[in-house]
């Protein structure tokens, strides 16, 4: 008796424990439910020896060991299809590597990873990479033909084009679609406007606001409207003209910050309603330095976003829920520590920075881009890194990856 009785209360004490036990599953359940996805980004610290060298491909037009090295910047990158495009060359007319067009558009492959020349423009540089309707298009930085007309290039249907419709457009900085047509901003040979296409491109306009003798760098989408960097003319919501602002009425980009030139307003993207970008300033006749990151919530709210260590900013990128930008620090000759942070809160004061990684390199990462759990970063330098005692740096125009899985 004493056996069965001892079962019969072994069996109570584990039908109660089997009970509490399933009565807490649904609690723990809710917890890992409810814990933000978010939160799980985590920092690397400290990944030069992860970082993987991919090549050089820019070598191939310019070699080393000359001032060519220069034109092996990479000004740009930008994941689509699968691929990392990204471009060099260079536009200023000053050395080193003055007028260094044409220049190839490349893509990486991280399939079969490998590099190749998918397109070559009419221009000295590629500048900028932007997307529109699954689109791409490259603005006509700086043709080699005629400067009665500008270019713009557009990837249709696998295909790349050349649109050579832009009127006087000796240079095309910028190229934006807004609402139903495309805004170019210019530095012509003479007076400088926006031209605007009703047609996709085909035909171009006027938008009939001149300014005297300055280059239009950047379009810029704010609140609504769309600006230029000069004079921040603005276009209505409607999108009928642009109109020169007064001056009480113009926003303040620069936040207040002597950016030491004539202003650029870089790398523009809209992140949760903000406009977030790289304020700087002109140098070596087309390029520019980097100043400072900044955030617009509005027309009259604009101010300076501090980076960790001080550090400059030279790209952004937006990923899911995330704002990334690319920063960089010169801690010694040819010794650059290359920082990825990241925020999906844009509106705290201060904004709280996530350092992904850092990665110590002999120049700094210039424009950076993700894809399928890596990252992909482009080398540049400076003009003024060429003295007569030293060359610019030969990393100049390297791809390197690094792994990061949780975006």
């Known amino acids: 008796m004493r056996n069965y009785y001892s079962f019969i209360r072994n069996q109570i004490t584990n039908k109660r424990n089997i009970f509490l036990y399933f009565s ?14 978010d939160t799980n980004l985590h920092s690397l610290g400290d990944v030069t020896g992860q970082v993987v060298e991919l090549g050089n491909p820019l070598k191939t037009r ?5 001032q060519r090295v220069y034109a092996r910047n990479v000004w740009d990158m930008y994941a689509y299809h699968g691929k990392i495009y990204f471009g060099g060359g260079n536009s200023s007319n000053n050395p080193p590597a003055s007028n260094a067009g044409r220049a190839d558009l490349w893509t990486f492959d991280p399939v079969s990873q490998k590099f190749a020349v998918e397109y070559t423009v009419d221009e000295e540089q590629i500048h900028l990479i932007r997307e529109f309707d699954n689109e791409l298009y490259l603005p006509g930085h700086d043709s080699r033909e005629s400067w009665s007309l500008g270019n713009f290039y557009r990837l249709e249907s696998g295909a790349w084009k050349k649109y050579r419709t832009i009127p006087n457009g000796v240079h095309v900085y910028d190229i934006y679609k807004y609402g139903n047509k495309l805004y170019a901003a210019i530095g012509p040979n003479g007076n400088s406007a926006i031209q605007v296409s009703s047609d996709n491109g085909l035909t171009w306009n006027n938008s009939g606001k001149t300014i005297i003798g300055s280059r239009i760098y950047t379009l810029v989408p704010l609140a609504g409207a769309l600006y230029s960097n000069f004079n921040w003319i603005y276009c209505p919501g409607e999108m009928s003209d642009f109109v020169f602002l007064p001056q009480k009425d113009r926003p303040l980009f620069t936040a207040g910050i002597n950016v030491g030139g004539e202003t650029r307003v870089e790398r523009a993207v809209v992140f949760n309603g903000r406009t977030v970008y790289i304020i700087g300033h002109t140098y070596n006749d087309h390029q520019y330095k980097p100043v400072a ?7 009259s709210d604009i101010s300076r976003l501090s980076l960790p260590e001080e550090a400059l900013p030279r790209d952004i990128l937006i990923k899911g829920e995330w704002l990334l930008v690319l920063a960089s620090i010169r801690t010694g000759d040819e010794v650059y520590k290359n920082i990825v942070l990241a925020t999906r809160n844009i509106d705290a004061d201060p904004v709280e920075w996530t350092t992904l990684f850092h990665f110590t390199a002999p120049a700094f990462a210039r424009s950076f881009e993700y894809l399928n759990g890596k990252f992909y970063f482009g080398l540049g330098c400076d003009a003024e890194e060429l003295t007569a005692t030293t060359w610019l740096s030969p990393a100049t125009g390297n791809i390197l990856s690094v792994e990061y899985k949780d975006l």
């Open 24 to 37: 807490f599953i649904p609690l723990f359940f809710f917890i890992s439910c409810s814990e933000d996805p």
């Open 293 to 299: 990151l900044i955030r617009a919530r509005g027309h």
């Open 62 to 66: 310019y070699a080393d060991g000359t």
